[in-house]
């Protein structure tokens, strides 16, 4: 399996406090992670590194095999990764129109997105919410709405961060079950996560933070088709 991403001597600091120190991360195309770690280790400041939105200045990275710098954030990678939030934050329109935010701020045309957006809507069970308002939500529509925005966007990397958290029983059940398409669909996954659902998914591998470093593991479950 291809790299995708690559980064070496990934370190942050927080005044005299090193947050974490990463010797190497590799993200290859296609392929499906959980980070785990407990409290105040750093999850979602690395996928806050990955996504941009936290600096950050490795001794090596590249993407797709050309080295690259994340300081200041390059172009590739904001057409390339997007990030969703533990709460995500969604406009004051319809659930139809939070899903063609993405393509319509990238200048695509009305007649091109809408079938990308259907497409994204029943992929994530909410077509019948497509006039919507966000404050009629419950926690678990938002954040399959939140998944279908990413998702309408084809990104090459998908950053979750605690996607289940706030959702029990069918909700939670719903998220987990839409992983997996992600990935088969060609994006890379990395899932800042507890759940041990989440972590048990067959072919996810799981890297781990624990006193300033990062570790890997693969899932040895046979995949279910």
């Avoid at 990764?81 to 709460?87: D, G, S, T």
């Avoid at 969604?90 to 695509?108: H, K, P, Q």
């Avoid at 090459?156 to 069918?170: C, F, N, Q, V």
């Avoid at 996810?204 to 046979?222: I, M, P, S, T």
Wanted: charged content about 25%.
């Amino acid at each position: 399996m291809k790299e995708l991403l690559v980064i070496e001597g990934l370190r942050k600091d927080f005044g005299e406090r090193r947050l974490f120190e990463i010797e190497r991360l590799v993200i290859r195309q296609a392929a499906a992670y959980v980070l785990t770690g407990l409290n105040g280790t750093g999850k979602s400041t690395l996928l806050r590194i990955l996504a941009g939105l936290e600096s950050a200045s490795p001794d090596r990275a590249a993407y797709m095999g050309a080295p690259l710098s994340l300081r200041p954030y390059p172009r590739v990678l904001r057409e390339s990764v997007v990030y969703v939030h533990q709460h995500p934050v969604l406009f004051s329109t319809t659930v139809a129109a939070n899903i063609a935010y993405g393509l319509t701020a990238r200048g695509m045309p009305s007649a091109q997105a809408a079938p990308r957006v259907e497409q994204a809507m029943a992929w994530a069970g909410v077509t019948h919410l497509r006039d919507s308002k966000p404050q009629t939500l419950s926690g678990g529509e938002k954040q399959r709405v939140a998944l279908a925005r990413a998702k309408v966007l084809e990104p090459r990397l998908l950053l979750l961060d605690e996607p289940t958290s706030s959702l029990d029983g069918a909700a939670r059940e719903q998220v987990i079950a839409l992983i997996p398409s992600l990935v088969a669909a060609g994006s890379s996954v990395v899932i800042a996560c507890h759940d041990r659902d989440l972590i048990s998914l067959p072919q996810v591998e799981r890297l781990k933070l624990r006193d300033g470093r990062l570790q890997a593991r693969q899932n040895r479950v046979r995949a279910v088709s």
